[in-house]
C-alpha cells in the first residue's frame, strides 16, 4: 500500500504527463469526420504563425483577404471598422523596425465610431454599446480576413502586444497612426507565407466548460484546471528560459497601462 504522499506525487505526474501529451494530440471530435466541408477543414487546421519567409504576397491576394473583412457580418450593417495596411517598406518608414515575425504585410485593425459619428449623432448618448458593437464588428471582420488568407494558402498571427501592435499599447498607436476619438487598435494581422508545418493544437478548454445547455453553469469554472496547466507547460516547452509568474507580471503591468489609455482616450 502506497503512502498518501506517494499517491499524490503519482496523480500529478500522471496528470502532467497527460497535460503534456493534450499539448500535441488535441484535436476537436469533428475534426475527424471524413466528411467535413472544406471551410470546416480550414477552421480545424488554422494555426498562427510565427515565421514567415522573405516571399511578397500579390495584390490581388491583399484585396481579397481586404475585401473578405469588409463584407464580415456586423450589428446592423454598421461596419464599424477601419484597416489600416502597411507593406514592409511602409511598416518599417512608421515603426522603425521590420513587420514581427518577418512577415510580409499588415492590417492594424481598428473598432472604429468616428466615421459614423456624424452620421448617426443620436448614438452618442449610448457611447458603452456603441463600442462594444464596434469592437464585436472589428472581431468578426478580422478573423474573417484570417481565414481569408488561410484559404488563399497564405499564413496570418493576431497581434495584440507582441511589436507593440495592438489594444495593449494603445496609446502609443494613438501617436503613431494619427488615431482620432471614437478609433481603437485592437490587433494586427500579420500575413506571409511560411514553408514550416506549424505546431500542434494550442490548448482548448474542454467542450463541457464552454458549451452550456440551457442556461449559465458556474460551476464550469472548476473544469478549467487542465487546461491552465496545459498553458503553464506549453509555455516553459516555448520559452525554456523565461520565468511564467514573470512573463503574467508584464502583461498585467501592460494591461493595466492600456486600461488607464483607454478610458482616459475614450473619456468613458
Known amino acids: 500500500m502506497i503512502s498518501t504522499e ?3 506525487f503519482y496523480c500529478g505526474m500522471f496528470r502532467t504527463i497527460k497535460n503534456l501529451l493534450a499539448l500535441f494530440t488535441g484535436s476537436p471530435p469533428a475534426a475527424s469526420r471524413t466528411d467535413l466541408p472544406e471551410t470546416l477543414k480550414l477552421i480545424f487546421s488554422r494555426r498562427s504563425c ?18 473578405a473583412g469588409r463584407f464580415a457580418p456586423s450589428t446592423v450593417n454598421l461596419q464599424t471598422w477601419s484597416f489600416i ?32 459619428s456624424e452620421l448617426f449623432s443620436d448614438f452618442a448618448e449610448t457611447p458603452a454599446i456603441n463600442m462594444s458593437f464596434a469592437i464585436f464588428n472589428a472581431g468578426i471582420a478580422a478573423m474573417n480576413m484570417n481565414l481569408a488568407a488561410e484559404a488563399l494558402g497564405i499564413q496570418s498571427i493576431m497581434l495584440s502586444e507582441t511589436g ?3 489594444l495593449l ?14 478609433v481603437l487598435p485592437l490587433t494586427t494581422l500579420v500575413l506571409g507565407r511560411s514553408t514550416l508545418k506549424l505546431p500542434g493544437i494550442p490548448p482548448r478548454q474542454p467542450r463541457a466548460a464552454v458549451v452550456m445547455p440551457q442556461r ?9 484546471r487542465d487546461w491552465f496547466d496545459q498553458m503553464f507547460i506549453g509555455f516553459k516547452i516555448g520559452h525554456p528560459l ?10 498585467r503591468k501592460k494591461m493595466l497601462e492600456a486600461e488607464q489609455t483607454v478610458r482616459r482616450y475614450f473619456g468613458r
Open 169 to 182: 499599447d494603445t496609446a502609443f498607436l494613438v501617436e503613431k497612426l494619427g488615431l482620432p476619438e471614437g
Open 85 to 116: 495596411t502597411f507593406d514592409r517598406p511602409q511598416w518599417q518608414q512608421t515603426f522603425e523596425r521590420p513587420i514581427p515575425f518577418k512577415g510580409a504585410y499588415a492590417v492594424v485593425i481598428c473598432a472604429d465610431q468616428n466615421r459614423l
Open 242 to 251: 523565461s520565468n511564467f509568474d514573470k512573463q503574467l507580471a508584464f502583461y
Open 6 to 8: 506517494k499517491f499524490y
Open 50 to 67: 510565427r515565421s514567415f519567409a522573405s516571399g511578397d504576397i500579390s495584390p490581388e491576394d491583399i484585396e481579397a483577404i481586404l475585401d
Open 216 to 224: 449559465y453553469q458556474p460551476e464550469c469554472k472548476d473544469m478549467l
Open 164 to 166: 507593440r501592435t495592438g
